[in-house]
């Protein structure tokens, strides 16, 4: 299976001088840090989409507007990027009708009908075998716990005929926040119907990593979101590996679908990412991820 890892001014260093190998870059769909990326190495986008509003269409997290298809179509082109993801995050402020915390079946329901809604819009522009749900938390407290039931993931997946962006770290947390069996939660996802995998490491964001953010300049109010919490995205522990072993084994011996493409969605290009990314770790983690991806201990 392709690796793919977050493009990072760090990792691009490791990559030109021979540290690391990858066969893909992830970037987000910023036209100047593409283009960037392009010039080293294949890249494929993640675009910041949102689905469950249940308005008939995806949102575009960054700008708070309806997707500009146009654009997204472009970058498409422009990377060769095979599928067009969305994360399935109804959020509360969309759905003053649903609590928060509900995961009452009148809840669940209601709400998997709306995401559905928006997800057929995006397969009637796309055709389902080009669109990719991604599976979300709901540590923030941000995102309705109805929208990470591991039943309304399936229910999407299996009703629009999409396919499945499975995010470990997700499906971890959202476990953690229905204080589920980590496995027993995973096992009730459309794995079957994996497309992509994305991996990354789970840590408590404690006074360690706010004092790096802090160094680095990052607004207090941003600081908040994570202090206290844990977090994906960070590097792997031992315990980190260990899940991300058997996640493999379960690839290799059939029990999930194969995916395009496995990514370490550790680093990135903005500050706060900056700030986060150590090149030592990227240097060690990257080979060994790269070869449990392809059966090798």
Same mark, same amino acid.
């Given at each position: 299976m ?16 021979? =540290?690391? =190998? ?16 392009l ?15 249940g ?43 649903? @609590?928060?915390?509900?995961?009452? @079946?009148?809840?669940?329901? +209601? ?10 819009? +995006? ?13 979300? $938390?709901?540590?923030?407290?941000? $995102?309705?716990?109805?929208g990470?039931?591991? =039943? ?8 629009t ?28 996802? @459309? ?22 953010l802090? =160094? ?24 980190d ?6 996640? +493999?084994?379960?690839?290799?011996k ?37 070869k ?6």
């Open positions: 392709p690796l793919a890892v977050n493009y990072s001014l760090a990792a691009a260093e490791l990559f030109r001088t021979g =540290q690391i =190998q990858l066969d893909w870059w992830k970037c987000p769909a910023w036209p100047d840090a593409i283009a960037a990326s010039k080293i190495h294949s890249t494929y986008v993640h675009f910041p989409l949102q689905v469950g509003a308005i008939g269409d995806a949102m575009d997290m960054e700008t708070r507007q309806p997707a500009d298809w146009g654009k997204v179509e472009a970058l498409l082109a422009q990377t060769g990027t095979p599928f067009v993801n969305a994360h399935l995050a109804p959020t509360a402020k969309d759905h003053p009708d649903i @609590p928060i915390d509900s995961t009452d @079946p009148v809840h669940v329901e +209601m709400l998997t009908e709306r995401v559905i809604r928006d997800v057929r819009a +995006m397969v009637e522009r796309f055709g389902a075998e080009r669109v990719i749900v991604e599976n979300e $938390h709901g540590v923030g407290n941000s $995102h309705l716990r109805a990470f039931v591991p =039943q309304v993931v399936r229910r999407v997946v299996e009703e005929g999409c396919g499945f962006l499975f995010d470990l770290g997700h499906a971890r947390l959202a476990s953690h926040c229905l204080d589920a069996d980590v496995r027993g939660y995973i096992r009730a996802l @459309p794995v079957e119907r994996t497309r992509e995998i994305h991996v990354s490491g789970i840590q408590f964001f404690d006074d360690r990593w706010t004092e790096v802090r =160094q680095a300049g990052i607004d207090a109010s941003v600081i908040r979101q994570f202090a206290g919490r844990l977090s994906d995205h960070l590097p792997m522990t031992d315990e590996w260990e899940f991300h072993a058997w996640a +493999m084994d379960q690839v290799h059939g029990s999930w679908a194969q995916p395009w493409i496995v990514t370490l969605e550790y680093g990135g290009i903005s500050p706060l990412w900056e700030a986060i990314t150590d090149p030592s770790v990227l240097a060690v983690q990257i080979p060994r991820l790269y449990l991806v392809n059966g090798r201990k």
